[in-house]
T-cell receptor, first 115, second 115 residues
Framework: DAGVTQSPTHLIKTRGQQVTLRCSPK?????VSWYQQALGQGPQFIFQ???????QRGNFPDRFSGHQFPNYSSELNVNALLLGDSALYLC??????????????FGEGSWLTVV | AQSVTQPDIHITVSEGASLELRCNYS??????LFWYVQSPGQGLQLLLK??????LVQGIKGFEAEFKRSQSSFNLRKPSVHWSDAAEYFC?????????????FGSGTRLSIRP
C-alpha cells in the first residue's frame, strides 16, 4: 500500500514563473492538506481540500491555489514565484472522519528552489 | 492564537545518554499534541500523540512525552539515544478534534548524537 506520493521531488524555477506540485493521498484517504516548510523552520499550513473544495486556509496569499480531483489527488499551484517561495512543500492526507493524529500521513515533499 | 515554542534550536547528546526535548504551547483549551521526526530529505513521521487521558504517552522508537497542563508543556524524552535518532524533531498542536484540522508546528529542534 503506497503512502502519500508527491511529484516532482525537486525542481528549480525562475522568479515570476508558475509551478504546479502534485500529491496522491494514501489509499482510503479523502482529505489532502498542503504545508510549506522553509529551511530551518517548521511546516506551515497552506490549505486543505476535501470533496474537491478548499475547506481551510492558512495565512498565504492568493498566489497559492489548489485543486482536488475526484480521485482525491491534489495539486498545489503557485503563481508569480518569489525567491521566498523556495521551500519544501509537504502534502498530508487523512480521512476526514478520522480523529486520531496517527491517521495523518505526510509525503516526502517537493523541494522548490526559486532563482 | 495557537502557537508552539521549541526553545532549543540544536541539542547534542552522547550516544546512550538520556534526552529531553522541550515544547511549550499556547492554546485556550486542551489541544491535541504531537511530536514528529524528520530525517534529512525525508517527510514527517509521527512519533506520538496526546489527545486525552493518561498524560504520559508512549510512542515509537522508545520515545515518550508527558503533557503538563499547568506548565503548558509537552516534552519529549528518551532514556537512551541511538545514533539513528539524529534528526529534526517537531512539536505540534492541532486545535480541532478531527485530524482534518490544520496542524501548527514549532520551529523544530535539531538533535545531533555524539559517538
Amino acid at each position: 500500500d503506497a503512502g502519500v506520493t508527491q511529484s516532482p521531488t525537486h525542481l528549480i524555477k525562475t522568479r515570476g514563473q508558475q509551478v504546479t506540485l502534485r500529491c496522491s493521498p494514501k489509499s482510503g484517504h479523502d482529505t489532502v492538506s498542503w504545508y510549506q516548510q522553509a529551511l530551518g523552520q517548521g511546516p506551515q499550513f497552506i490549505f486543505q481540500y476535501y470533496e474537491e473544495e478548499e475547506r481551510q486556509r492558512g495565512n498565504f496569499p492568493d498566489r497559492f491555489s489548489g485543486h482536488q480531483f475526484p480521485n482525491y489527488s491534489s495539486e498545489l499551484n503557485v503563481n508569480a514565484l518569489l525567491l521566498g517561495d523556495s521551500a519544501l512543500y509537504l502534502c498530508a492526507s487523512s480521512p476526514l472522519a478520522g480523529n486520531n493524529g496517527n491517521t495523518i500521513y505526510f509525503g516526502e515533499g517537493s523541494w522548490l528552489t526559486v532563482v | 492564537a495557537q502557537s508552539v515554542t521549541q526553545p532549543d534550536i540544536h541539542i547534542t547528546v552522547s550516544e546512550g545518554a538520556s534526552l529531553e526535548l522541550r515544547c511549550n504551547y499556547s492554546y485556550g483549551a486542551t489541544p491535541y499534541l504531537f511530536w514528529y521526526v524528520q530525517s534529512p530529505g525525508q517527510g514527517l513521521q509521527l512519533l506520538l500523540k496526546y489527545f486525552s487521558g493518561d498524560t504520559l504517552v508512549q510512542g515509537i522508537k522508545g520515545f515518550e512525552a508527558e503533557f503538563k497542563r499547568s506548565q503548558s508543556s509537552f516534552n519529549l524524552r528518551k532514556p537512551s539515544v541511538h545514533w539513528s535518532d539524529a534528526a529534526e524533531y517537531f512539536c505540534a498542536v492541532a486545535p480541532g478534534y478531527s485530524s482534518a484540522s490544520k496542524i501548527i508546528f514549532g520551529s523544530g529542534t535539531r538533535l545531533s548524537i555524539r559517538p
